[in-house]
T-cell receptor
Framework: AQTVTQSQPEMSVQEAETVTLSCTYD???????LFWYKQPPSRQMILVIR??????QNATENRFSVNFQKAAKSFSLKISDSQLGDTAMYFC???????????FGTGTRLKVLA | GAGVSQSPSNKVTEKGKDVELRCDPI?????LYWYRQSLGQGLEFLIY????????KSGLPSDRFSAERTGGSVSTLTIQRTQQEDSAVYLC??????????FGPGTRLTVL
């Protein structure tokens, strides 16, 4: 069975600093997708970044980047130049192509401090 | 529409009453998901629709929970004889290719 673990329930970071959220997963599959979703206090969950397991290059989206270590089954999210609007719950998720089931971690609550 | 919408945004009900939660997915999205999120918790998968059929209902917590989808579009999640432990945020998501999910704003259900 696939599992996703986020070991940091809460984190905080000063505005303009860099923070890294950790995520590990367990699977015997070789091809899969990994996602980071952001859920602000308004509740609307939005996709932050996506990584295909067959791509060795780490995905980046503006201030957001991932460190994907396939052998270690690790998928951490780095937020650079943190902004107050980054305050949210962040969920790591895993999905096998061709299936429908997404496995979500329990989330990390990030607070950006002014 | 532009995104996934859910109604109502908040619902307060008395224990034992039935409730219906609605989800309007993004037009053309064939896959639709329901999740439950309890306070401070992650997402608990409830049910998945591909078109109008639900190949996996294994996440529904009890037989008080049911869901349907009509016309490959709107879905309703029904909870009968609500209990206090049903209080949670119910999230709906839709997907075109079972890749990226697009989430609605959720319905916060409070059972008194």
């Amino acid at each position: 069975a696939q599992t996703v673990t986020q070991s940091q329930p809460e984190m905080s970071v000063q505005e303009a600093e860099t923070v890294t959220l950790s995520c590990t997963y367990d699977t015997s599959e070789n091809n899969y997708y990994l996602f980071w979703y952001k859920q602000p206090p308004s509740r609307q969950m939005i996709l932050v970044i996506r990584q295909e397991a067959y791509k060795q290059q780490n995905a980046t989206e503006n201030r957001f980047s991932v460190n994907f270590q396939k052998a270690a089954k690790s998928f951490s999210l780095k937020i650079s130049d943190s902004q107050l609007g980054d305050t949210a719950m962040y969920f790591c998720a895993f999905m096998i192509p061709g299936t429908y089931k997404y496995i979500f971690g329990t989330g990390t609550r990030l607070k950006v401090l002014a | 529409g532009a995104g996934v919408s859910q109604s109502p945004s908040n619902k307060v009900t008395e224990k034992g009453k039935d409730v219906e939660l609605r989800c309007d997915p993004i037009s053309g999205h064939t896959a639709l998901y329901w999740y439950r999120q309890s306070l401070g918790q992650g997402l608990e998968f409830l049910i998945y629709f591909q078109g109008n059929s639900a190949p996996d209902k294994s996440g529904l917590p009890s037989d008080r929970f049911s869901a349907e989808r009509t016309g490959g579009s709107v879905s309703t999640l029904t909870i009968q004889r609500t209990q206090q432990e049903d209080s949670a945020v119910y999230l709906c998501a839709s997907s075109l290719d079972n890749n990226e999910q697009f989430f609605g704003p959720g319905t916060r259900l409070t059972v008194l």
